[in-house]
């Protein structure tokens, strides 16, 4: 039997479905967004000086990475069970919003247990928001401009969050200017969880499939409970597994985490310097987001069989390349290394656009959160705390710079390889999907 390859400008018994006002509703998603990456960068932008305050060790850092990471695995997935069982919109108002209260309560810290404990507390919340906010594009978009959606999306955050990270760095020069920071953005979020209340509405799972869009809520919803076999299922569709797979090898998340004390502690510089590097990740990520977009859609046009694994397995080898040049050589200045860093951003920056989408369009609507529940709050969050309690500790023992070169060199050059495992899934994932939404169709008009 000849091989199902989905094509994404087929037509169909009904037209490509438009979510109204899906553009407003995508400005307050990453508001949302951008609230909960400011809030986790805080500390790690501004460790040097929290360092010196609270007399810590490098180690202390992977810690709290490691610990706002792994509390989001038991916390995330209790946020999505929450939000399908009362409201998306109520859940993320708080998790993305109200619970920045616990981000003040971190600039009160006078030790570092205090700051563990509040720093993981306001983790616990923000975990939530990332698998929620992602369902909502799926549900606003439809899969010919998903890709442009998610890139938008992330590539904008990270434009703004790299300017407020820039200039967050530079209250390293304030006498307790680490504390003014968790403050502002904690009461920021406080504030922009009122805006999501008043402003933010939900367009229901599937709102945006072609086969669903114009059957009423109910029917849509129908078959949304979540159960043990709906989640295993999950585990049968080999895109999947592959995608889950390779996040465990994502090194590049070390990056925003450990970039600025990686230049003040290898290369000397000074943490409001060193945070200035912060700038071209966020531009590089943003031009990545949407060069990025641009050769998926080539890509896809010429080989709707290879064309998006192959973008995405580029960008991991090009972020390695980056990585090697501006991680393991000295040179003269700052600028070679704002450089570096801006492009390993921008070949971050093509992710996004590419495997979210790639999800959405092997997963069905219904099963969507809880696929980005188990792709961002726990295979991603175990992935950041290993890595992000390894760089502190083995930072301290061999040199960040060594760490640096396994985990954003090697490690990137062996998740390359590996997606090739893509080339052979995607193709028949996506059809099998599409001919279930059709049989759903048929059912429910029948």
């Not at 929620?132 to 955050?157: K, Q």
């Not at 809880?370 to 023992?397: N, Q």
Request: glycine share 12%; hydrophobic share 55%; aromatic share 10%.
């Amino acid at each position: 039997m000849p091989e199902l390859i989905h094509d994404p400008g087929r037509t169909g018994q009904t037209p490509a479905a438009h979510v109204p006002g899906r553009r407003r509703q995508l400005s307050l998603l990453g508001g949302a967004m951008l609230v909960d990456n400011t809030e986790a960068g805080m500390i790690g932008g501004l460790f040097p000086v929290i360092r010196q305050a609270l007399g810590l060790s490098l180690g202390a850092l992977g810690i709290l990475t490691a610990a706002g990471k792994l509390v989001g695995v038991i916390t995330a997935p209790l946020w999505v069970w929450a939000a399908h069982r009362w409201s998306r919109k109520t859940v993320l108002v708080i998790c993305a919003g109200l619970w920045g209260v616990w981000g003040v309560a971190a600039g009160f810290a006078q030790n570092f247990t205090q700051l563990l404990l509040f720093s993981t507390l306001l983790a616990a919340g923000y975990a939530g928001a990332h698998p929620i906010i992602t369902t909502f594009v799926g549900d606003l978009y439809d899969s010919t401009s998903r890709g442009r959606a998610v890139g938008m999306l992330f590539g904008a955050t990270a434009l703004a969050s790299s300017a407020f990270a820039a200039l967050k760095g530079q209250l390293a020069g304030v006498e307790d200017g680490w504390r003014w920071g968790l403050w502002a953005i904690g009461a920021f979020s406080i504030l922009f969880g009122l805006v999501l209340w008043r402003y933010l509405r939900d367009p229901g799972p599937g709102a945006s499939e072609a086969q669903l869009a114009d059957l009423d809520r109910t029917a849509r919803e129908a078959s949304g409970l979540v159960n043990r076999h709906q989640v295993a299922s999950l585990l049968k569709i080999p895109t999947f597994v592959v995608l889950l797979v390779s996040r465990l090898l994502s090194g590049h998340m070390l990056v925003f985490s450990f970039a600025v004390v990686f230049l003040v502690e290898v290369y000397g510089f000074t943490t409001q310097t060193a945070s200035v590097v912060l700038m071209p990740i966020g531009i590089g990520y943003f031009a990545g987001t949407i060069l990025g977009g641009v050769a998926a859609d080539w890509a896809a046009r010429l080989s709707p069989r290879h064309g998006l694994p192959a973008v995405l397995q580029a960008a991991q080898i090009l972020f390695a390349a980056f990585a090697f040049l501006g991680t393991q050589f000295q040179y003269g200045g700052f600028g070679l290394y704002a450089l570096s860093f801006g492009l390993m951003g921008a070949a971050q920056g093509v992710n996004p656009g590419i495997n979210r989408p790639m999800i959405m369009a092997v997963v069905p609507p219904e099963l969507r959160p809880a696929a980005f529940t188990l792709y961002i709050s726990v295979f991603e969050a175990i992935a950041w705390a290993v890595f992000g309690l390894g760089a502190g500790f083995l930072g301290d023992a061999i040199g960040l710079r060594s760490v640096f070169l396994w985990v954003l060199v090697v490690l990137m050059l062996v998740n390359g390889a590996f997606l090739t495992l893509l080339h052979r899934a995607y193709a028949r994932d996506t059809a099998r999907m599409q001919h279930k939404l059709d049989r759903r169709r048929e059912q429910a008009l029948s």
